[in-house]
């Protein structure tokens, strides 16, 4: 996920006006379109949690497209919620099950794309390889955590470092087990 750098990933109240900034850090990369959509080819299916899917509905519902294409999304929820296509299914229970009994088998390349609850319920679990976190240059005082309420630590490796001309910093890290 695309965090502030006081490691926040929406308000409060869910908004990400702020992941937008002005920053320029000219030593920086370009993000280049071709070498994302190549990226995004190698994930097999996402996993979110209802409220970080309800934010996706939000953007789509203003015209903004929907971000995951046409590959198998995961919806973590104990509601009713709309489902506007058929690559999306609602998932309610234990998480390691989903992952481990169901998705591994099928799915090499499993993305969770967030929020703050289901990430940190996925390193809880020990379920995570690796992490993407990107740092947004902005400070946004108080929100939705990236990791909302770990009970434990977890060691990492960093694997990767990139920095963009928007000034945003591309962490990756390997979970160690
Ligand atoms: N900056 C970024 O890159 C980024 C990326 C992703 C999301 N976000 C933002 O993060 C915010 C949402 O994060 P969040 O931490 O509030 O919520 P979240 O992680 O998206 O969703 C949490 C909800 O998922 C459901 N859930 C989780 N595990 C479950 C399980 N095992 N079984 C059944 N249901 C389960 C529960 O809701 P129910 O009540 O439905 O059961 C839980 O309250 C949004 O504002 C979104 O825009 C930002």
Redesign the pocket.
């Known amino acids: ?3 502030s750098l006081d490691g926040f ?2 308000r409060k109240d ?3 006006d702020w ?1 937008e900034t002005a920053d320029e850090f000219a030593r920086g990369d370009t993000m280049d379109p071709e070498f994302v959509e190549a990226f995004l080819s190698t994930i097999d299916c996402y996993v ?6 309800e ?1 996706a509905l939000g953007f789509e519902a203003k015209g903004l497209g929907w971000s995951y294409g046409d590959k198998p999304t995961f919806v ?4 009713e ?1 709309p489902r506007t296509r058929d690559t999306v299914e609602f ?5 390691a099950r989903l992952v481990n009994e169901r998705l591994r088998p099928m799915f090499r390349s499993i993305w969770f ?7 940190a ?1 996925c390193l809880r679990l020990r379920l995570a390889d690796e992490i993407r976190y ?1 740092i947004v240059p902005i400070l946004i005082g108080d929100g ?1 955590r990236f990791f ?1 309420k770990l009970d434990g630590d977890v060691a990492l490796h960093l694997s990767e470092v990139k920095a963009y001309k928007s000034g945003m910093v591309e962490l990756c890290y390997e979970a160690r087990k």
């Open positions: 996920m695309a965090a990933i929406a869910g908004s990400v992941l979110m949690g209802s409220r970080t899917y934010t973590l929820t104990s509601r919620l998932y309610s229970g234990d998480l794309v967030g929020g703050g609850v289901v990430s319920e990107s939705i909302e």
